[in-house]
T-cell receptor
Framework: AQSVAQPEDQVNVAEGNPLTVKCTYSVSGNPYLFWYVQYPNRGLQFLLKYITGDNLVKGSYGFEAEFNKSQTSFHLKKPSALVSDSALYFCAAGNSGYSTLTFGKGTMLLVSP | GAVVSQHPSRVICKSGTSVKIECRSLDFQATTMFWYRQFPKQSLMLMAT?????????EQGVEKDKFLINHASLTLSTLTVTSAHPEDSSFYIC?????????????FGSGTRLTVV
């Protein structure tokens, strides 16, 4: 079975500072990794994904994530946080053998002015 | 990019009635659609996977007679909550994949807030 862990329920960061939202995964075979963002009472918006290739993936709104196979991690990062980045972030994983994604429990990001 | 339209965004219904939620892929054919349920401050719980033209596959613990899923075409899947009760109140989200493998994009609908009174 595959699993995704987001160890932090909430991350607080000041506007302009770099942010990191952590994610580790357990997937057999080659992982497909995704980050999504959810605003209140809305569906999930795709940020970025890693399938293959460069370990550093760049996505929407200035976000990026680094795939680390040895640490089975896929942390989400942004060099300079904005107040508008405040939202709920989900990491998800799958692989070629699974037709569904497994989601982490989500991390609330709060960016203060 | 791919767009999934989910309707309605909010619905309030009386206990004992049924509610239908629609999920449409607008610019692609969705071979597979997924239905999730999300409780406040919690992650998404996969309820079922539907493939066009076949019966949905329900996750363990999800009552298939209560949550009826129909995927009659490549662009439309519906979730019907039958005989709704207050404990069914939740946020329901659909997702569609535009290809057969997980590395294809997963596009999510905007969600439906169901309140049963």
């Amino acid at each position: 079975a595959q699993s995704v862990a987001q160890p932090e329920d909430q991350v607080n960061v000041a506007e302009g500072n770099p942010l990191t939202v952590k994610c580790t995964y357990s997937v057999s075979g080659n992982p497909y990794l995704f980050w999504y963002v959810q605003y209140p009472n809305r569906g999930l918006q795709f940020l970025l994904k890693y399938i293959t290739g460069d370990n550093l993936v760049k996505g929407s709104y200035g976000f990026e994530a680094e795939f680390n196979k040895s640490q089975t991690s896929f942390h989400l990062k942004k060099p300079s946080a904005l107040v508008s980045d405040s939202a709920l972030y989900f990491c998800a994983a799958g692989n070629s053998g699974y037709s569904t994604l497994t989601f982490g429990k989500g991390t609330m990001l709060l960016v203060s002015p | 990019g791919a767009v999934v339209s989910q309707h309605p965004s909010r619905v309030i219904c009386k206990s004992g009635t049924s509610v239908k939620i629609e999920c449409r892929s607008l610019d692609f054919q969705a071979t597979t659609m997924f239905w999730y349920r999300q409780f406040p401050k919690q992650s998404l719980m996969l309820m079922a996977t539907s493939n066009e033209g076949s019966k949905a596959t329900y996750e363990q613990g999800v009552e298939k007679d209560k949550f009826l899923i129909n995927h009659a075409s490549l662009t439309l899947s519906t979730l019907t909550v039958t005989s709704a009760h207050p404990e069914d109140s939740s946020f329901y989200i659909c997702s569609a994949r535009d290809g057969p493998k997980p590395n294809y994009g997963y596009t999510f609908g905007s969600g439906t807030r169901l309140t049963v009174v």
